[in-house]
């Protein structure tokens, strides 16, 4: 039964979304972090902290916090304050970035992030320059990989071929791909070298605006509304599994793209001398 209307039922929201939204699913384990985890605290704050401090863009943090520590919580809340914080229980990494993304008004830009990214300064509006420029994008992403062209590209390098000029080759920089293996743990002279060597650069120029023809998972932005298609994919429960079907479902829906130069580069599970460096040469004041 209801007995009176609700006095608030006419009143503005307190709160709106900025259009452009970023989104971080966040995960450290235990209190006592051992091991691989370790240094994990350090890493996500790199992460959330790099991409707030390079983005020179209004916009609404998310954080998604799959269980976290009490600590790493305790810091989320009261020192790095996003807009938006949920605390959830360990849903998986998929499902808490479908859930989110599905509670984002669908013409806001999507600017997600796995929580072992590092941001360089600037890093948004290179990539905002692709979404804007090239029609029906779904995903931009500003970390070149070789690899990344293996998979989910059949659409979008149909499209640059036919509306643009492709060129192929091998144009990433080998220390990108050597600080790629870095943070992976993947040797990059016996086995990346020699697993790469068909590998292609796909660079498509389109109006006089080039970008390479593939993306990241790790890291994208994007429209929400093209976005939704593509989550049905929920990585059956798994923390970690291969996550080609997303990228590949991408693709149906549009373009993949990525910058010519590099704006963002994955981190791993270890701060390591070549981050300490990128961040020292990027944000010393």
Known sequence: MRTTHNPLRTKAAPYKFEPIVFLVVTHIPCEEAVGYHSERFEVVKMCLETMRRG?????TF?????DSNSTFRDWLQHIFE???LVMSKNI???PARAAAI???PLGSIVCYSDDDMFYYDNWLKPQLELLYHFPGV?????????????????????WARENGKVKQGRFIPNEWEQDFCVSIGRDYEDYH????????????????KQAYVMSHHCQF???AVKLLPALAYYNDGMAMSDEKPFDEALDREGLRLCTIDRHTRHIGNVMDDRIRKAYDETFSE
């Open 55 to 59: 983005a020179h863009r209004d916009h």
């Open 62 to 66: 998310m954080v998604w916090d799959n």
């Open 82 to 84: 996003p807009d938006i």
């Open 92 to 94: 998986g990494k998929n």
């Open 102 to 104: 599905n509670s984002i």
């Open 138 to 158: 779904s995903v931009v992403t500003g970390n070149p990989v070789r690899t990344q062209a293996r998979w989910g590209i059949a659409n979008t390098l149909k």
């Open 193 to 208: 070298i020699p697993n790469t060597i068909k590998d292609i650069d796909y660079r498509v120029t389109y109006e006089n």
């Open 221 to 223: 932005i994007g429209y």
